[in-house]
């Protein structure tokens, strides 16, 4: 049963949300009228700055010393890949904004990072779940763009819900963070990227 737990950790580990969430974005009827190279574009963005230059910055920083391991099981070890993390999102942000996404694309990734700030603040005082807060952001995501195309993903939307369950479960099975944590993580990653782009088309 912990093999299971540890896997279910390893296949929707933090960084690798943005992938999925991209993934199933490029599954809209929109995007059939896309150029397969701005597609392409936009998702080599999103694989470069919101997952493999943050997970190189925390391998980095632990080989460099600068912080005790790559779980970042201490408070002070989240601030700077944290803070590294955010300046990442923002210039994915940027990028997918300058090659003309759909807005609920690069709005998600701008709410996105609002949400690890919230959580690096929170972080002095109380440990948040990154990988329930990364699984919000994509469930906050998918809610936002269906309102944006006023359809109903249903699929998209209950695997997520599914997925966010599974995490959860690994998660409190491993002793890795309480359930307050675990709740805390997914309403500040769904509320921010659903209500942040929300308020900015208000």
């Given at each position: 049963?912990?093999?299971?737990?540890?896997?279910?950790?390893?296949?929707?580990?933090?960084?690798?949300?943005?992938?999925?969430?991209?993934?199933?974005?490029?599954?809209?009827?929109?995007?059939?009228?896309?150029?397969?190279?701005?597609?392409?574009?936009?998702?080599?963005?999103?694989?470069?700055?919101?997952?493999?230059?943050?997970?190189?910055?925390?391998?980095?920083?632990?080989?460099?010393?600068?912080?005790?391991?790559?779980?970042?099981?201490?408070?002070?070890d989240?601030?700077?890949?944290?803070?590294?993390?955010?300046?990442?999102?923002?210039?994915?942000?940027?990028?997918?904004?300058?090659?003309?996404?759909?807005?609920f694309?690069?709005?998600?990734?701008?709410?996105?990072?609002?949400?690890i700030?919230?959580?690096?603040?929170?972080?002095?005082?109380?440990?948040?779940?990154?990988?329930?807060?990364?699984?919000?952001?994509?469930?906050?995501?998918?809610?936002?763009?269906?309102l944006?195309?006023?359809?109903?993903?249903?699929?998209?939307?209950?695997?997520?819900?599914?997925?966010?369950?599974?995490?959860?479960?690994?998660?409190?099975?491993?002793?890795?963070?309480?359930?307050?944590?675990?709740?805390?993580?997914?309403?500040i990653?769904?509320?921010?990227?659903?209500?942040?782009?929300?308020?900015?088309?208000?």
């Amino acid at each position: 049963m912990k093999t299971i737990a540890r896997l279910i950790s390893i296949l929707f580990f933090p960084f690798f949300m943005p992938i999925y969430g991209i993934l199933i974005f490029f599954t809209f009827d929109l995007f059939r009228f896309y150029p397969l190279e701005m597609i392409r574009m936009a998702f080599t963005f999103v694989v470069i700055f919101a997952a493999f230059l943050p997970m190189l910055t925390i391998f980095v920083l632990s080989k460099l010393n600068v912080i005790d391991n790559i779980k970042l099981n201490n408070t002070s070890d989240r601030i700077l890949p944290y803070s590294c993390t955010i300046l990442s999102f923002m210039i994915c942000t940027i990028l997918l904004y300058r090659i003309y996404m759909p807005g609920f694309i690069y709005k998600t990734m701008f709410a996105s990072s609002i949400a690890i700030l919230i959580c690096l603040i929170l972080n002095f005082k109380w440990k948040i779940s990154s990988h329930t807060t990364s699984i919000g952001c994509l469930f906050g995501g998918l809610l936002f763009a269906s309102l944006k195309m006023m359809v109903f993903p249903s699929v998209w939307i209950y695997s997520v819900l599914l997925a966010a369950g599974l995490i959860s479960s690994a998660r409190l099975y491993l002793h890795k963070n309480t359930e307050e944590q675990l709740l805390g993580g997914f309403v500040i990653g769904s509320a921010s990227t659903l209500l942040f782009p929300l308020l900015s088309v208000l």
